[in-house]
Nanobody, 124 residues
Framework: QVQLVESGGGLVQAGGSLRLSCAASGRTFSNYAMGWFRQAPGEEREFVATISRSGYTIDYADSVKGRFTISRDNAANTVYLQMNSLKPEDTAVYYC?????????????????WGQGTQVTVSS
């Protein structure tokens, strides 16, 4: 399994920006499609964005489309989530996940490796 470590979370005011990173190790990163999910207190884990292993196929949840951008650097074994125009409802623990396929998925149970999560808090 690939090991994943997220970073970049923090506290930001509404309208601000954060950039999350997820560093992978242990396996060939470019073989994995990657996803970002989030989980707010008392809520189910929800899909945020996914990127294919080539980086050419991307999908976003409607709630973040136009504000968040997922990208990857296969040479650096890292996937990113640029989050702009943040809202209080974006507050959650953000997780990156990997699946050993060409394309990502919106379904969390289709990912086999997960990071420990990074907290994002957006104040109003």
């Amino acid at each position: 399994q690939v090991q994943l470590v997220e970073s970049g979370g923090g506290l930001v005011q509404a309208g601000g920006s954060l950039r999350l990173s997820c560093a992978a190790s242990g396996r060939t990163f470019s073989n994995y499609a990657m996803g970002w999910f989030r989980q707010a207190p008392g809520e189910e884990r929800e899909f945020v964005a996914t990127i294919s292993r080539s980086g050419y196929t991307i999908d976003y949840a409607d709630s973040v489309k136009g504000r968040f951008t997922i990208s990857r650097d296969n040479a650096a074994n890292t996937v990113y989530l640029q989050m702009n125009s943040l809202k209080p409802e974006d507050t959650a623990v953000y997780y990156c996940a990997a699946r050993l396929t060409a394309y990502g998925s919106r379904k969390s149970d289709e990912y086999t490796s997960w990071g420990q999560g990074t907290q994002v808090t957006v104040s109003s």
